[in-house]
């Protein structure tokens, strides 16, 4: 369970380190919860780039060069690094007393609201049947073959529908922590969950312009299952 928890936060910490060690320590303007998905994009984006071309690199030079343990050991350069760099950028993170109850409400809201979803699905029986394909692929990806196109790496996806950066983002911890499949799914979607809670607590205070409208949002946001495109606001899905 730790190691699914740890595999679980460093999905969203790894690019959230990387986007702000490429976009730099200065001040900015937004408030830390919109700084925080800025970076992530930012890392995630900037991450998968890298993994792709080294990758698919090494791959034409020396396919037998990539294996699992190799990709592992460069993941865990790469992440120290990244590591290292944002202590040495010192970053200065405050957080008012409105922005530490918000964050409270918050995470009491996702407890509630997940083991509600959970009531009778313990540890570690994931809900999401999509987990499946992606975990497969990310599978594949952790054992050292990387590809742009999803359809490249498995037949369990006969159309390139999205590209391989959210399959690169699971294998990355989990090459690193090796967490049991499962748990790390039933894991990272509670924290997937905060950040639904979160983006519409956001969504609805800048559109509403009233806190108790980002409030009422967030809620909205928690309890609402939209089970035709995305399987919101639970499943973690590309």
């Given amino acids: 369970m730790i190691a699914a928890l740890s595999a679980a936060i460093l999905f969203y910490l790894i690019p959230i380190m990387t986007g702000r060690l490429v976009m730099g320590a200065k001040k900015h303007s937004l408030p830390l919860l919109l700084q925080v998905p800025v970076y992530f994009s930012a890392g995630a984006v900037m991450l998968y780039g890298l993994v792709l071309t080294v990758g698919m690199g090494i791959a034409a030079i020396n396919p037998t060069m990539l294996t699992a343990e190799t990709l592992r050991i460069g993941l865990m350069v790469l992440t120290l690094f990244i590591a290292i760099g944002t202590i040495l950028t010192k970053p200065n993170i405050t957080i008012s007393k409105n922005g530490m109850l918000t964050t409270i409400v918050m995470f009491l809201l996702t407890t509630l609201v997940y083991s509600l979803w959970r009531l009778n699905s313990p540890y570690a029986m994931p809900l999401n049947w999509d987990i499946n394909e992606h975990q497969t692929l990310a599978n594949v990806i952790t054992q050292g073959h990387i590809h742009f196109q ?35 799914w039933w894991m990272v979607e509670f924290v997937h969950l905060a950040t639904t809670i979160a ?8 559109i509403g312009k009233s806190r108790w409208v980002g409030w009422a949002s967030a809620v909205i946001g928690a309890f609402a299952f939209e089970s035709v495109v995305a399987y919101t606001s639970l499943f973690l899905l590309p």
């Fill in 150 to 184: 999803t359809s490249k790496l498995s037949d369990t996806f006969l159309f390139d529908g999205y590209t391989t950066l959210f399959h690169t983002l699971l294998a990355i911890p989990q090459a690193l922590v090796k967490p049991d499949p499962l748990g790390f």
């Fill in 199 to 206: 983006a519409s607590y956001i969504l609805g205070t800048v």
